[in-house]
C-alpha cells in the first residue's frame, strides 16, 4: 500500500498510536512514602527501555509536536484556497477539531483553556469547508459562542487576513503593512531585520499577499458571514486594541494615515518590492523542510507562489507544498497538522536522559546506551551549520556560524537554546570526534550574547518593544528578546566546558539572570510552561556556574519551588500561568513539571530534601506499566496568551533524566551535580 503523504517521514516511526498504558499494580503507600530503591532501579530501567525504543535507526529521536486547532484548521482552508482538496484526510482533521471543542462551545488554546475567539472561527470555517451542516449541534454552539464574544470581526490580524484572502472581509480589516517594508534598511525601524526570525519569514510572503490581494479558488463557495455582528462591509474600526502602551494608539492613528498614502507608491516601486520579497524567500526555502521550518511561513509562501502565477508544477511551489504536508501527523481515525517538527531538540533531550540513566555503577545497559548515543551524536554533527551564514549574521557578522537549528534542517534559523543542549550532551559523551562540534557551537554561542547579557533564541538584541505595538503585532510577539530560560542554557554549556576565558561571558549571563528573577523567586519560562520550567533551568545554570548554593537568589528560588509543591508530591503549572493565572499552580499535578522541580533542587544540592524524595516517589507512581508517562496538558508555549505546545516528548525526557539523576546521586561521592543540564 502506498503511503499517505503524512506517514512519509522518518518520524513515522515514533507516531504510532497505541491504548493508554495500564498502570503497574502496587501496594498502596502513603504519598510522602519515599520510593523503594527497588522501585527506583525498576522505574528507571522501564522508562530508559521506552525511551530507547523510540530511537530511529539513524540515531535520532523525534515526536509529535501538537499545537491547537487552529494550524489543522489553517490547514483545510489552504486546501480550500488552493482547490487541493484531500477529502479522506479533511475528514480525519474534522474528528481532530470537533474533539477539541471545548464546553463553552468554542476552541481554546490549549487543554480546558478557555474560549479563544480567534481559533473558534477558524475552527468553524474549517468545518464548514470539510462539509459540517450549519445546523448541527455543534456548528449551532460554536456559532453562538463566537457571536457572544463580538463575532469574527473582533479576531486577531492573522484571522482577519486569512477572511479577506477568502472575501468574507474586506482587506482595510488588516493593518496597512505596505511591502515595501521589504526595501527598508536594518537601521530604519519598521525593518523586517528588527523583527524576529519567525515574523521576519511569516510576513515576508505575506506582504506580497497583502499587495495582490488574491482570492482564494473556494471552489465549494464556502463562506462564513454568519459569524458577524456587523456586516463585514459596515464595520469602521477593524483597529481597536486593546493597546498595550500609549505607542498603540500612535501607530492607530498612524495607520490610518498611511492607508490613502498607500495608494500613491508607485507601481514601480511596488514590483520592485514584491522582487525584494520573493528575493528574501526563494534562498531560504529551505527544500522539503519549508520557508522557516514552520507552518504559517510554508503555507504563505504556497499561497504566494500562487498569486504571483507561478505554476503549482515548479520546483519551487512544489518544495514548499510538499513542505506543508509533511508536517501532518496521521493518527489512523483522526490527523492534525503540527506547527513544525522539533527532531534536533528531541534528540538532544532525550540523548541527556539516556546518558544519565546509563552512567554510574549501575547504570543501566551503559555498552548498549553508548552505542545508541555514539549514532545520536553522529546524526547531530552531520546537522550542525557550519556554512551558511544566516539571518542572525546581520547583527553578528564578524561570528562564524557553528550553532543546530531546531528542526531537520533550517540553516538559516539555527536555535541558541538547541544548541546549547546539545553542545552539553555532546561533551558530557566524551568522544573527540564531537570536539570540533562543540569548539565550534562554544564559540557561536559566545558570539551570540546580547548586550544585557541575556541570550535571545534566534537573534542578537532584537528587542525593540516599540514593534510590539504596531496593530499589526495585536499578538505582541514579534520580536526575540533574551529570556531567562534560553540565557541559562548558554550558561550550563559554558560552564560545563570550564574554559577560563569564558568568565566574563558567563559572569555577564548571571547578572542578567539575577535581575530577571521575579519578586516571588521563580523566573519566567518564555519557551516552557511556565515558571517551574524557568525556575529549574536558572538553577541548573547557577550550580553548572558554580554559584554557592546559599546564594540568597538560590534559597528564594527554592523557597518558592517548596511553596508550590502538591499534596500529592508532585508539581504542575497550567498555561493560564501566561495570563495572569496563578504562577507555578495547576489542578494536578504533571510529570514534566514534577521532573524539573526535582532537577532544579537536585541541581543546587537538595537530592535528600523531603520534598525532592516526594517528588521522586509521585514520578515512580505516576509511571505506566509500559515504562511511559501520561501527560495530556500543555506543556510549552510559543507565544504567551496566542500559541501554546504540546511537546509529547517531554512526558519521557524529563521525568527519565530526573529518577536517573536522584538514583545516581545517591551513589556520587559529591553529591553535586556535575554538569549544566
Same mark, same amino acid.
Given at each position: 500500500? /502506498?503511503?499517505? =503523504? ?14 493508554? =498504558? ?23 530501567? %522501564?522508562?530508559?527501555? #521506552? ?9 535520532? @529521536? ?43 462551545? *468554542? ?28 445546523? /448541527? ?5 460554536? %456559532? ?7 463575532? #469574527? ?17 474586506? @482587506? ?63 464595520? %469602521? ?33 511596488? %514590483? ?46 512544489? /518544495? ?99 544548541? /546549547? ?8 559523551? *566524551? ?11 562554544? +564559540? @557561536? ?9 541575556? @541570550?535571545? &533564541? ?48 558567563? +559572569? ?102 523531603? &520534598? ?66
Amino acid at each position: 500500500m /502506498a503511503k499517505t =503523504p503524512e506517514t512519509t517521514t522518518t518520524a513515522t516511526r515514533t507516531r504510532k498510536t497505541t491504548a493508554t =498504558p495500564r498502570r503497574a499494580t502496587r501496594p498502596r503507600v502513603a504519598p510522602d512514602a519515599p520510593l523503594d530503591p527497588a522501585d527506583l532501579d525498576q522505574a528507571v530501567t %522501564r522508562a530508559h527501555a #521506552a525511551l530507547g525504543r523510540r530511537q530511529a535507526d539513524d540515531g535520532h @529521536w523525534v515526536f509529535d509536536l501538537e499545537a491547537d486547532a487552529t494550524i489543522p484548521a489553517e490547514y483545510v482552508l489552504l486546501e480550500h484556497y488552493l482547490d487541493r482538496i484531500d477529502p479522506d484526510l479533511e475528514q480525519r482533521i474534522g474528528i481532530y477539531l470537533r474533539r477539541l471543542q471545548g464546553a463553552h462551545g *468554542g476552541w481554546p488554546l490549549y487543554q480546558d483553556g478557555t474560549f479563544d475567539l480567534s481559533a473558534s472561527v477558524k475552527a468553524y470555517f474549517a468545518l464548514k469547508a470539510i462539509g459540517d451542516s450549519v445546523h /448541527a449541534p455543534h456548528m449551532v454552539r460554536a %456559532r453562538q459562542a463566537i457571536l457572544d464574544h463580538g463575532g #469574527a470581526e473582533r479576531t486577531n490580524v492573522f484571522t482577519r487576513i486569512q477572511l479577506a484572502l477568502f472575501g468574507d472581509v474586506p @482587506w482595510d480589516a488588516a493593518p496597512v503593512m505596505p511591502v515595501e517594508i521589504m526595501l527598508l534598511p536594518r537601521r530604519a525601524l519598521f525593518s523586517v531585520w528588527n523583527m524576529s526570525y519567525w515574523s521576519r519569514t511569516v510576513i515576508a510572503p505575506l506582504l506580497v499577499l497583502a499587495a495582490l490581494r488574491p482570492t482564494a479558488v473556494n471552489p465549494r463557495r464556502v463562506h462564513v458571514h454568519e459569524l458577524f455582528v456587523t456586516p463585514p462591509g459596515k464595520v %469602521r474600526d477593524w483597529i481597536r486594541g486593546p493597546y498595550r502602551s500609549v505607542w498603540g494608539h500612535v501607530f492607530r492613528y498612524a495607520d490610518a494615515v498611511l492607508r490613502p498614502a498607500e495608494r500613491l507608491i508607485p507601481e514601480k516601486t511596488r %514590483r520592485r518590492a514584491i522582487q525584494a520579497a520573493v528575493d528574501f524567500i526563494e534562498p531560504r526555502l529551505n527544500g522539503r523542510d519549508g520557508l522557516g521550518a514552520i507552518y504559517p511561513a510554508m503555507a504563505n509562501t504556497v499561497m504566494m507562489f500562487r498569486a504571483l502565477g507561478i505554476s503549482d508544477d515548479d520546483p519551487r511551489a512544489k /518544495a514548499a507544498w510538499e513542505a506543508v504536508r509533511r508536517l501532518l501527523v496521521n493518527q489512523g481515525k483522526e490527523t492534525y497538522c503540527q506547527p513544525c517538527v522539533s527532531p534536533v531538540w528531541d534528540t538532544g533531550l532525550a540523548g541527556h536522559a539516556m546518558i544519565e540513566a546509563a552512567s554510574g555503577p549501575s547504570g543501566i545497559a551503559p555498552e548498549e546506551t553508548r552505542q545508541k548515543l555514539a549514532t545520536a551524536a553522529r546524526w547531530l554533527r552531520e546537522r550542525q551549520i557550519l556554512d551558511v551564514r544566516g539571518d542572525w549574521s546581520i547583527n553578528r557578522p564578524g561570528v562564524r556560524p557553528g550553532g543546530w537549528a531546531f528542526q531537520y534542517a533550517n540553516d538559516y534559523y539555527p536555535d541558541v537554546d538547541d544548541t /546549547a543542549v546539545v553542545g552539553m550532551l555532546l561533551h558530557r559523551d *566524551g568522544d573527540p570526534a564531537n570536539a570540533d562540534a562543540i569548539a565550534r557551537a562554544r +564559540e @557561536w554561542i559566545i558570539g551570540m550574547q546580547g548586550s544585557n547579557g541575556g @541570550w535571545g &533564541a534566534f537573534d542578537v538584541d532584537n528587542s525593540r518593544d516599540v514593534l510590539n505595538h504596531i496593530p499589526f503585532a495585536d499578538h505582541g510577539a514579534l520580536l526575540d528578546p533574551p529570556t531567562a530560560d534560553v540565557t541559562a542554557r548558554c550558561i550550563s554549556f559554558l560552564a560545563q566546558l570550564r574554559q577560563v576565558e569564558d568568565h566574563g561571558a558567563i +559572569e555577564r549571563g548571571i547578572a542578567y539572570l539575577r535581575r530577571e528573577q521575579e519578586k516571588d523567586g521563580s523566573w519566567f519560562g518564555r519557551w516552557g510552561t511556565n515558571y517551574i520550567y524557568g525556575t529549574w533551568s536558572v538553577l541548573c545554570a547557577l550550580n553548572a556556574a558554580g554559584m554557592p548554593h546559599g546564594d540568597p537568589m538560590i534559597i528564594r528560588a527554592v523557597d518558592w519551588l517548596r511553596r508550590h509543591q502538591r499534596a500529592d508530591g508532585g508539581w504542575g503549572e497550567g498555561c493560564d500561568s501566561y495570563e495572569g493565572g496563578a504562577h507555578g499552580d495547576y489542578k494536578q499535578s504533571l510529570p514534566s513539571q514534577t521532573a524539573w522541580a526535582v532537577l532544579g533542587m537536585m541541581a543546587v544540592g537538595l537530592r535528600d530534601d523531603p &520534598a525532592v524524595a516526594r517528588g521522586i516517589a509521585w514520578l515512580g507512581r505516576a509511571q505506566g506499566r509500559n515504562g511511559e508517562w501520561k501527560e495530556e496538558p500543555y506543556n510549552a508555549v510559543g507565544f504567551p496568551r496566542v500559541f501554546y505546545l504540546r511537546y509529547h516528548g517531554y512526558r519521557q525526557f524529563f521525568p527519565l533524566l530526573a529518577l536517573s539523576r536522584y538514583r545516581n546521586m545517591q551513589l556520587s561521592n559529591s553529591g553535586r551535580v556535575g554538569y549544566g543540564f
